[in-house]
Every structure is written in structure tokens, then in C-alpha cells.
């Protein structure tokens, strides 16, 4: 009814019988829509352990919440387990992918009505794998596989630290099963993975390490706890051919170490015009680093800018884009440096972002009575297809199946 419209809002308050009127606001209401459903985890801000995690669907049309899945309501140490990384394919639920960790731990895949359970591990890659990003179209995924460790600070306002001592690229294909080396670089860190709209290209993060070059493998993790701010990721990005399923040669995107600050999380817009991600001082965890903004890289005119608008003076980190490119979501820290909250901002068509508000809630204490922090916020055009019960019995009951290796050719 008002979109593309502004709305005028009074505000009368009845205090001790008294009425007291604020000054007139307005409110610009955009032309394009969001997509209806927000789905992100719920976790302890805590920094050592977790108890109860779980997935979780908002419609955006009303306050309903859907529980996609949920690990334990009562603390149970023989079942317990963590649920991270969900993505899905081209902002539609129809396929969709997370990881359990430790007990009943695998990769579930959900689509054409069925739920399976996989184990990705394979002797030939680096470790388990961890960040996804599906093909628009295919049946394709590119993971990052890390290995993982944190510090915590002591005299520093960024209570922690969360540092990959070895990360590489790799491809998995859901239909045969198969899962291959993309990049394998004991020196080159590569991680946060994302295919563009066209699916012919993956934008990745990379920093360099050489003395990782100069040491053994068994010292890395203790290189990386030395020196955490040695750390400096650009975003580079892989050429495809989805006929020959060939991989080009890397290419630089931002070159963030000339600046000596660090970046996370490529996201490229639907149009394939725009590249979204997090600015930091150092490292690739950003949700836990004050210094971190949203910026943009326009890929046509490659000019790169803040998004001013949406930015805090606290951690403003993973985000996602709408499927009409028009809205984007993130996690921030603004409200009170210890929980993230989703944010959205306003695109427009000129590449300029607009003020950022937090999630609406039914109940104006909700966010304030959560003791607990949203991550990973993915828009998606459609609800999960599944109930959290069947997603707990593929879980519990499921082996989970294993991959094949198989090399793929590369530039």
C-alpha cells in the first residue's frame, strides 16, 4: 500500500494522566520487497562452549519462527553436538545444506524431499569441510576446508581470536559423490568461498603466509598463535567452465594487504554487479573484531567504498545479500558489543546503502531477554520444506555416507 511512498509518524505518550506528543518523523518505504523468510543460528555469546544451538526460520510477513533443527533443549554430553554453516542454493530452501559437529557429526543435504547425511572427509583433502557456497544451478558445492584454533586476548577490546593454521579450496559434486582439491597451498590460506550469479566464477578470500613455508606443518598452529595479525586476507577470485568443469587461474579482486587491513566473506550481488564483504584490521573472523564495516567493490567501474549508512563503531560482519539485490542483512554488535543482532539496509540502484534497523519483534524486550547471539543470517525467497524431526532422525540414525576423491583439472 505506501511502498515506494513516505510515511509521517506521530508519537503521543500517556505518562501520570499527562499526554505528551514527540516531534513528526518520517519514514521512506522502498519500492522492491524482501525476501519473506530470514534464517540464522542461535547460540551462547560464550567463548569456550556451547550448549544448546539450534536453526531458525522467521517470516518476515509476520513474527511466526520456524525451528529448522535444534540440538538439545537439556544439556545431554553423550548426544552433544554443534550446527553451523546452512546455505542454500540461489535463496530457495529447496536445497539446502549444514554441518553437525562432534556426536552424530556430518554434512546434511536436503532436497527433492529426502535428507541425507554426509561424511566429506577424505584422506586427500586438508580436513572436514567448513564454509559453503552452492552453485546457482548445479549440483555443486565449493567448500573451504580449515583448520581451526583460537586465542583469547587479554589486554584488548576483541575478547577472542579465531585463526585458520591451514585452509584450502574444494569441490564436491552431490551427484556422484565426489569431492576434489581446488586450491591446496601450504602457504596460501584460502577460505570463505562464494560462486557469482553465473556461476562461473568462485571469489574467495587468501592470505599468505611464508614462514608457514619455512616450517614444518606441525609448527603452524603455533605461528599463527605468535603472530595473529600477520593475517591480512585479500579477495581473489577463480574462473569456471561448467562444460569442461575446468578451473582458471587465480585473479586478484582486492588487494587489501596494499592497505594492510584484511577482508571476509565475499558475497556478489544477484545482478553480479557488486561485491559485499566484511573490512577488518586482520584475520577472516570479523564477528568478533570492532574494526569490522561493510564494504562494497562495484565490478564494473572497481571502485570500492564503505557502506556508510549500515556501518557501526562495533562488529558489522556477516551478511547476505536479497534475492533482488535490493536489501542486504548482517550481524552486528551495536546495541551492546556483546550480542549480534541481524541488521537490514536498504541498496538502492545506485549502489548507495541506506539507515540500517534491526529485525523487527512482536515483543520490544525480545532482544533484550534473548541472552543469546544470531549469526550466519540467510534471506531465502521460500520456508524449509523439513520439521526439525526430520532433521533430528536423519541425524541420530543416519551413518553417514562417504565420498570418493577425484582429481579436477586446473588451469
Not at 67 to 88: G, K, L, Q, S
Not at 110 to 137: F, Q, R
Not at 265 to 271: C, G, L, T
Request: charged share 25%.
Amino acid at each position: 500500500m505506501c511502498k515506494g511512498k513516505t510515511i509521517e509518524v506521530s508519537l503521543y505518550i500517556e505518562r501520570e494522566g499527562k499526554w505528551s506528543v514527540f516531534p513528526k518523523y518520517k519514514m521512506d518505504v522502498a519500492e522492491e520487497p524482501i525476501d519473506e523468510y530470514l534464517s540464522y543460528r542461535l547460540i551462547e555469546p560464550g567463548y569456550e562452549l556451547y550448549r544448546q544451538v539450534g536453526l531458525y526460520q522467521r517470516n518476515l510477513t509476520n513474527f511466526d519462527v520456524q525451528t529448522i533443527y535444534e540440538n538439545n533443549r537439556a544439556f545431554n554430553r553423550p548426544e552433544n553436538h554443534c550446527v553451523n554453516c546452512h546455505n542454500y542454493q540461489n535463496y530457495s530452501t529447496k536445497r539446502m545444506l549444514f554441518h553437525v559437529r562432534a556426536a552424530m557429526g556430518g554434512t546434511i543435504f536436503a532436497e527433492g524431499g529426502k535428507i541425507t547425511k554426509m561424511n566429506l572427509k577424505n584422506d586427500s583433502i586438508l580436513s572436514s569441510s567448513v564454509y559453503p557456497s552452492w552453485h546457482p544451478t548445479k549440483d555443486w558445492v565449493v567448500f573451504s576446508s580449515n583448520q581451526t584454533g583460537q586465542i583469547f586476548h587479554i589486554l584488548d577490546t576483541d575478547k577472542i581470536e579465531v585463526l585458520d593454521y591451514g585452509s584450502d579450496l574444494i569441490f564436491y559434486n552431490v551427484g556422484t559423490r565426489e569431492i576434489s582439491n581446488i586450491l591446496k597451498t601450504p602457504a596460501d590460506l584460502e577460505t570463505f568461498p562464494c560462486w557469482n550469479p553465473a556461476g562461473d566464477r568462485v571469489y574467495y578470500c587468501v592470505a599468505h603466509r611464508e614462514d608457514f613455508l619455512e616450517n614444518p606443518d606441525s609448527t603452524h598452529s603455533k605461528l599463527a598463535v605468535q603472530s595473529p595479525q600477520k593475517f591480512l586476507y585479500n579477495i581473489m577470485s577463480i574462473p569456471f567452465d561448467t562444460l569442461t568443469m575446468t578451473f582458471g587461474a587465480p585473479q586478484m579482486e582486492v588487494p587489501c594487504t596494499e592497505i594492510e587491513r584484511s577482508a571476509s566473506v565475499p558475497r556478489i550481488s544477484p545482478d553480479g554487479r557488486y561485491l559485499l564483504f566484511t573490512l577488518g584490521k586482520y584475520g577472516q573472523f570479523h564477528i568478533w573484531h570492532k574494526s569490522a564495516d561493510l564494504y562494497v567493490k562495484d565490478l564494473q567501474t572497481g571502485y570500492i567504498y564503505p557502506l556508510v549508512e549500515a556501518n557501526s563503531s562495533n562488529v558489522d560482519s556477516y551478511h547476505s545479500w536479497s534475492s533482488n539485490g535490493r536489501w542486504i542483512v548482517f550481524s552486528s554488535r551495536r546495541d551492546d558489543g556483546s550480542f549480534t543482532r541481524p541488521y537490514f539496509t536498504y541498496f538502492d540502484k545506485n549502489g548507495k546503502s541506506h539507515k540500517a534497523f534491526m529485525l523487527p519483534q512482536e515483543d520490544p524486550e525480545h532482544n533484550i531477554m534473548l541472552f543469546k547471539s544470531y549469526n550466519v543470517p540467510e534471506l531465502t525467497k521460500d520456508a524449509v520444506p523439513f520439521t526439525c524431526e526430520q532433521f533430528r532422525e536423519a541425524i541420530y540414525n543416519q551413518e553417514g555416507d562417504t565420498v570418493a576423491y577425484k582429481e579436477i583439472r586446473k588451469f
